[in-house]
């Protein structure tokens, strides 16, 4: 038989056993108008344990009779004998609300009992069991006696969830979190009632984040990008009860076109001080910027200048690295990088001459020869160098023989020009249309009597972000060296930044270039 409650008891009489007999074989005065107590004492092993809400749970129950009293209570007319038994009987007294639990007595041993059932909410509860045992006898009225014992439990079920971002503080779970692609985020069950520890084996994870396991906090890394804003990336602790994290995880396409985006250029590197626009979208579709925590550009690393939605490179050569930040909220400060960027200056010059121009040489009595050159800075990758500007800077002449009367003489850094677009198989230009002489004029002259002489000189180039100070400038980023040799015949050679030889000898005709004298 089991029973719920008060209202109901579970019964069972059994025979006294032969040593209890002969051990009260004692007659009976007439104290016992009142029957004399038995004492009862009731054990067992539910007591003082968390269990989990909804979890039926079962534990066993023991009584035991003190049967001393009655020995000391008994007269002379009469004794116990085989017709003797104990009746036991067990209930629970005025469950609390929410407690569900039956008693059921052993069949076999009606000392023993089980109690079972569920708690169907979180508290702490104690639960009243109640033994009692009659004592039946030929000799005169029953003795009798109980006992309750308070079984102190409590059901335990999640209270909340709470989430750490990069080993932060625990702080509340939004609904949704917007979660960042590949970000970790670490999920802690509160449970209730507050403080209590959690029973074994629980609290459990699941959902469709991938979280499993037991443990009271749960890190998980949210690999998988939600298809759309309703897209919920769900992670949920179970104990009796279940409660659900949602999650939308987005991530940001970045766009990083160069200003000066020319056809064939390169776009694994960008030119010192180049310009570059910044853009980006948000995924999944219908994601807004304000729900995420609101996204800036920053420098990760690297130089460089960010002006309203565009970044300037450094001057100098670098990796750079660009990504966007997360500016409130629980991801506060995490990025997204793009990948680092090379930032590279001219590294070279070339001179080669002018086309459609003519070879200098001032009369056929003198030793002379030159070219127009134009000065092509270089550079290994295809950039654009519109936000620099170059010069000549400085060079100390080393010649002797015919030309030693030079030998010392300085060059004089001259103005700044700018680059034009790249010349596909030169670089690109040194600007000096707005001249009328749009070139550069490099030649060798001597007069009678002719000797042999040699002749170099080489000039630094320099280049520095346009419109700074010219103590910014980049020193010597290449040098241009122009070379000469005058022969005992008259003949002049001449060259200069890999221009190859200009050779006049000294008997040709005369031949000015066109702008030659401005």
């Given amino acids: 038989m089991t029973i719920l409650g008060h209202a109901s008891s579970v019964c069972k009489a059994i025979r006294l056993p032969s040593a209890l007999i002969a051990l009260c074989c004692l007659t009976v005065g007439s104290a016992f108008a009142d029957p004399v107590p038995v004492t009862v004492s009731v054990t067992s092993d539910f007591d003082k344990k968390n269990v989990a809400i909804n979890d039926t749970t079962s534990a066993s129950l023991a009584a035991s009779a003190d049967i001393s009293s009655i020995a000391s209570g008994m007269g002379e007319s009469g004794s116990l004998d085989d017709s003797a038994y104990w009746e036991w009987c067990w209930w629970i007294v005025s469950p609390p609300a929410n407690a569900h639990f039956t008693i059921t007595q052993d069949p076999y041993d009606s000392t023993k009992a089980t109690v079972s059932g569920y708690f169907s909410d979180a508290d702490n509860y104690t639960l009243t069991v109640k033994a009692k045992v009659k004592i039946g006898w030929s000799g005169g009225d029953p003795f009798s006696g109980n006992n309750t014992k308070d079984l102190t439990n409590t059901a335990v079920k999640v209270k909340d969830i709470q989430i750490s971002i990069a080993g932060g503080d625990y702080q509340s779970l939004p609904s949704p979190l917007y979660v960042p692609l590949n970000k970790s985020v670490s999920f802690k069950a509160l449970p209730s009632p507050d403080g209590a520890a959690w029973p074994s084996n629980y609290p459990t994870w699941s959902g469709s984040a991938g979280a499993s396991g037991v443990a009271s906090a749960k890190s998980v890394t949210f690999t998988t990008l939600s298809s759309s804003s309703s897209d919920l990336k769900t992670v949920t602790a179970n104990c009796g009860n279940s409660t659900t994290g949602n999650n939308i995880v987005w991530d940001v396409g970045m766009t990083l076109t160069p200003e000066d985006n020319f056809k064939d250029r390169d776009l694994d590197a960008w030119g010192v001080c180049e310009i570059i626009d910044l853009s980006y979208s948000i995924l999944p579709t219908g994601i ?72 200098y040489h001032e009369d056929p009595e003198t030793c002379s020869s030159g070219f127009c050159g134009d000065a092509y800075a270089t550079c290994d990758k ?35 020009f700018a680059l034009t677009d790249l010349v596909k198989g030169k670089g690109y230009r040194y600007d000096l249309e707005a001249f009328k002489r749009p070139y550069d004029k490099i030649s060798l002259l001597s007069g009678k009597p002719f000797a042999g002489g040699d002749f170099t000189w080489p000039i630094q180039n320099d280049w520095k972000k346009k419109g ?10 290449a040098t241009a060296t122009m070379i000469g040799e005058a022969l005992i015949t008259g003949t002049c050679i001449v060259s200069k930044a890999e221009s190859g030889d200009f050779e006049q000898l000294q008997g040709n005709a005369r031949s000015i270039p066109a702008n030659w004298g401005d």
């Fill in 288 to 359: 807004y910027e304000y729900q995420v925590g609101g996204l800036d550009w920053v420098i990760v690393s690297g130089g460089g200048e960010l002006i309203s939605g565009t970044y300037q490179c450094t001057d100098d050569a670098d990796v750079v690295v660009l990504g966007l930040q997360v500016q409130t909220g629980p991801f506060l400060q995490a990025k997204k990088e793009a990948a680092g960027q090379p930032i590279v200056p001219p590294n070279g010059i070339i001179i080669p001459q002018r086309p459609s121009t003519a070879v």
């Fill in 468 to 477: 700074a100070d010219d103590s910014t400038a980049k020193i010597n980023y």
């Fill in 382 to 416: 295809v950039v654009s160098f519109k936000q620099i500007q170059v010069r000549e800077g400085v060079g100390t002449i080393k010649s002797t023989g015919k030309w030693s009367s030079v030998n010392g003489n300085k060059h004089v850094p001259s103005g700044w």
